[in-house]
T-cell receptor, first 115, second 108 residues
Framework: NAGVTQTPKFQVLKTGQSMTLQCAQD?????MSWYRQDPGMGLRLIHYSVGAGITDQGEVPNGYNVSRSTTEDFPLRLLSAAPSQTSVYFC??????????????FGSGTRLTVV | QQPVQSPQAVILREGEDAVINCSSS?????VHWYRQKHGEAPVFLMI?????EQKGHEKISASFNEKKQQSSLYLTASQLSYSGTYFCGTRVDYKLSFGAGTTVTVRA
C-alpha cells in the first residue's frame, strides 16, 4: 500500500496563477482532508470530505476549492494564488472520523511558494 | 477553534520525563496525539475516546479529562527518538482541529 500520495512535493507559483495539488489514497478511507501548516500556527483545516461527492469547509477555506468524485482522490485547487498562501500543505485521510479508534494518515506534504 | 497546547517548547536530557498539556474551550468527543519530525509528515500516536481513558505508545502515554476538556501527553524516560513537535487534535463534529504544537528536544 502506498498510503496517502501527494504531488507535487515542491511548487513555485506567481501571484494570480492557479494550480491543483493532488492527493490520492489507496486505503479505502472514507474521510479525507486538507491542512496547511505555517510556522507557529500548527495545522489548520482548509476543506474536508466525508465521502465521495460530499465536501465541506474547514477553518481557512477562502481561496481554495475541492471536489471528491472518487473515494481515492481529493484534489485541492488554488484559484488565484496569493503570497499569503505560501505554506506547506498536507492531505490526510482516515477510515472514518465518526467510528472510534481511527487516527489520520498524512501525505508527505507539498511545499508551495507564491512569489 | 484550535486547542491550546503548553508548553511551546521543552528541552530534556535522555531519561528525563515531560508532560504536554492540551485544552479546549469546547466539549470534546475525542483527542488525538501526533508527532512530527522536522521536514516530515505528522505521524499518529494515539487517540483517546472517553474521559479518563489512557493509551500508550512505547513509553508515551496520555490521559483525557472530559470534564475539564483537557488531555495530557506523558513522555517517560525520554529517548533521542522522542525529539520532534507534538500536536494534539480535538474533534468537534467532522472537523479535527490541531494545537500549535510543542517542540520537544531530547539531548544525550
Amino acid at each position: 500500500n502506498a498510503g496517502v500520495t501527494q504531488t507535487p512535493k515542491f511548487q513555485v507559483l506567481k501571484t494570480g496563477q492557479s494550480m491543483t495539488l493532488q492527493c490520492a489514497q489507496d486505503m479505502n478511507h472514507e474521510y479525507m482532508s486538507w491542512y496547511r501548516q505555517d510556522p507557529g500556527m500548527g495545522l489548520r483545516l482548509i476543506h474536508y470530505s466525508v465521502g465521495a461527492g460530499i465536501t465541506d469547509q474547514g477553518e481557512v477555506p477562502n481561496g481554495y476549492n475541492v471536489s471528491r468524485s472518487t473515494t481515492e482522490d481529493f484534489p485541492l485547487r488554488l484559484l488565484s494564488a496569493a503570497p499569503s498562501q505560501t505554506s506547506v500543505y498536507f492531505c490526510a485521510s482516515s477510515y472514518s472520523i465518526l467510528e472510534p479508534g481511527y487516527g489520520y494518515t498524512f501525505g508527505s506534504g507539498t511545499r508551495l511558494t507564491v512569489v | 477553534q484550535q486547542p491550546v497546547q503548553s508548553p511551546q517548547a521543552v528541552i530534556l536530557r535522555e531519561g528525563e520525563d515531560a508532560v504536554i498539556n492540551c485544552s479546549s474551550s469546547k466539549a470534546l468527543y475525542s483527542v488525538h496525539w501526533y508527532r512530527q519530525k522536522h521536514g516530515e509528515a505528522p505521524v499518529f500516536l494515539m487517540i483517546l475516546l472517553k474521559g479518563g481513558e489512557q493509551k500508550g505508545h512505547e513509553k508515551i502515554s496520555a490521559s483525557f479529562n472530559e470534564k475539564k476538556q483537557q488531555s495530557s501527553l506523558y513522555l517517560t524516560a525520554s529517548q533521542l527518538s522522542y525529539s520532534g513537535t507534538y500536536f494534539c487534535g480535538t474533534r468537534v463534529d467532522y472537523k479535527l482541529s490541531f494545537g500549535a504544537g510543542t517542540t520537544v528536544t531530547v539531548r544525550a
